[in-house]
């Protein structure tokens, strides 16, 4: 009896084939897209067929490549925060980070530095950025949605203080080419978001950080007592937000060729809704994936509602809409979830 347990069948003998396993088989990869990026994904779809049926050339290969450029400043924060919120955090100062770090890269390039360092000062000035929220709320103990919100109001008088609440413009092209320059003929900006989406995944998938991660939004207590270092951990992943929203401060100054005080006001919002609305619960989870898909969906319901010529206060409530639909659905299968276990 043992042997045949261990062995499976006799020799000679093919098993059978067990009744009803395609049908398990089917049962579990839907399962799986319902329960993963299946419903994100679909919702995009649904958009996209609307918006085809009502919104004039929605449809051109040019306008879908500007939908993934126009993105490209959601997207690249996105990767940031989706680091941040899996351990449970939140960054509200995402949008302030991308205001001040590319007007001080404006001004930098106005005083006569080169672009390439125009660059640097961005990805720099928001590494600090970044660090600073980290450091506040890994080592002081404050709560992240304080220390960020704070960040954010000193963020935006800091950028209208340095730039005397004027619009600066006119860069090198060694700093404007990042936003305006094709590689294949497609826009370098969906390469750099693609590659940043890429980078980010590996990170959490493959690395010893990236598990680290996971194990600090799965159970804070837990992983410190398996010895995972959870401040440095932390402060780490806000440094990272503070690095991406530098380098989207990039993209946005880049594509604009110029650096406006209000710049990427209510930016954080989205970035947050489109991690949401991708499957990543706002109190950390192990789905990180439907990212990439939120983003889409946040840029194609904006490029809509631009083809439509929605108002933009009414842009604005739809975007409202869509963020409390996405903190609602994470709320509602949170619950479900609490009872099945």
């Known amino acids: 009896m043992a042997e045949e347990r261990a062995g499976g069948t006799e020799p000679g003998k093919e098993q059978a084939p067990q009744e009803g396993s395609g049908k398990r088989g089917v049962r579990g990869i839907l399962a799986r897209f319902l329960t993963g990026t299946g419903p994100i994904l679909a919702a995009w779809l649904l958009l996209c067929v609307v ?46 980070i991308v205001a001040l770090t590319g007007m001080l ?6 005083g006569g530095v080169p672009g390439f360092v125009g660059i640097l000062v961005a990805l720099g000035a928001g590494l600090l950025i970044g660090a600073f929220n980290g450091f506040s709320t890994t ?10 919100l704070a960040v954010l109001s000193m963020g935006r008088g800091l950028t209208l203080a340095v730039s005397s609440g004027q619009t600066v ?48 939004g799965g159970n804070k207590e837990a992983a ?16 990272i937000s503070g690095l991406c929203a530098g380098l989207s401060a990039v993209v946005l100054t880049s594509r604009l060729n110029s650096a406006l005080p209000s710049a990427a006001e209510g930016l954080e919002l989205q970035v947050i809704a489109a991690v949401v609305i991708g499957g990543l619960r706002s109190s950390g989870a192990r ?27 009414w842009v604005q409530f739809v975007q409202g809409v869509v963020i409390f639909l996405a903190v609602l659905v994470d709320a509602l299968n949170r619950r479900r979830e609490g009872r099945a276990g």
């Open 139 to 148: 080592y002081f103990g404050i709560t992240p949605f304080i220390v960020t």
């Open 224 to 239: 410190r007592l398996a010895g995972i270092p959870v401040r440095r951990v932390s402060f780490l992943v806000y440094a």
């Open 287 to 313: 789905e990180h994936g439907g990212t990439l898909v939120g983003v889409l969906l946040i840029g194609t319901l904006n490029n809509g509602l631009t083809l439509l010529n929605v108002p933009p206060f």
């Open 169 to 216: 413009f006119g860069f090198p092209a060694s700093f404007t080419f990042v936003g305006q320059a094709e590689i294949l003929g497609i826009s370098l900006l969906v390469w750099l978001t693609l590659a940043v989406f890429a980078i980010g995944y590996f990170v959490l998938t493959q690395t010893v950080f990236g598990h680290q991660v996971y194990a600090i």
């Open 51 to 96: 918006l085809a049926i009502v919104a004039p050339n929605f449809l051109e290969f040019d306008n879908f490549t500007q939908i993934v450029v126009q993105s490209a400043v959601i997207g690249i924060a996105a990767v940031g925060m989706t680091f941040v919120i899996i351990t449970a955090g939140i960054d509200l100062s995402v949008g302030s």
């Open 105 to 110: 890269a404006a001004i930098s390039m106005q």
